[in-house]
């Protein structure tokens, strides 16, 4: 069942960020905080703010935690308290629990204390940014395995007004492009007869080497 209400303890970049785009997105999110200069920031943005200490037991039981689908772990500086509020959520049985890690280790010792999901943002954002970097056309990528991704590229000039056939046959990328997003609307499954344009943004996916070979060629 997708998450509709969240609980989100520590309101630093990384939690004060995912409160305002889950808001953003129409979700009721609680927001916990034991700095009070911080919770008055965000009091009138979330839907509910609470000055609390999220290790405190009975606080979490009182605000009604367990009824929470999401509660999301974004303390990470302090490894103890982002340690302790994981233990207390999973034991009070929240349904679905989030943790930032900051390094490898703290990162398998929430993994350890049964947390469902541990996401490291400042990794991940390093090598989304390096990624983006180093071949301009990259919009986003989604890494499928170690051999697979997903890529979003912008299409540059030098492939304007060319058929999908034609650039398979010209670079022989063994790439698969599923869709691609034009001004008029998105082609889902475009086939060999379907034309790019520049600007237009193609989703492709296929192994990491083709794909690495696809950018080289066209940047
Ligand atoms: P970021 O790098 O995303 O800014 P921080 O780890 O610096 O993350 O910030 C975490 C936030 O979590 C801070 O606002 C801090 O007051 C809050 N915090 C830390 N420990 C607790 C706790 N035990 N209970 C509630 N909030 C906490």
Do not use: W
């Amino acid at each position: 069942m997708k998450p509709k209400q969240f609980a989100i303890i520590g309101l630093g970049r990384f939690g004060a960020s995912l409160g305002l785009e889950l808001m953003e997105q129409g979700y009721e999110v609680l927001g916990i905080d034991r700095n009070e200069e911080v919770v008055e920031d965000m009091s009138e943005l979330l839907t509910h703010t609470v000055v609390a200490d999220a290790t405190d037991e009975e606080v979490l039981k009182s605000l009604g935690i367990r009824n929470f689908d999401c509660g999301i772990v974004a303390i990470g500086n302090d490894i103890q308290m982002s340690i302790l509020s994981a233990i207390l959520l999973k034991e009070l049985g929240v349904g679905m629990v989030v943790a930032k890690a900051i390094s490898v280790l703290h990162g398998r010792a929430l993994e350890r204390l049964g947390v469902d999901r541990v996401i490291f943002p400042e990794r991940d954002m390093g090598i989304r940014v390096a990624h983006q970097l180093v071949t301009p056309n990259l919009l986003d990528y989604i890494e499928l395995s170690k051999e697979y991704s997903i890529v979003e590229l912008s299409v540059p000039q030098c492939l304007d007004g060319k058929m999908l056939g034609e650039i398979n046959r010209r670079v022989n990328y063994s790439c698969t492009i599923v869709a691609i997003q034009k001004q008029t609307g998105v082609i889902v499954a475009p086939t060999a007869m379907d034309v790019l344009n520049a600007g237009d943004i193609m989703v492709m996916i296929g192994d990491n080497d083709n794909i690495d070979r696809f950018e080289a060629v066209i940047n």
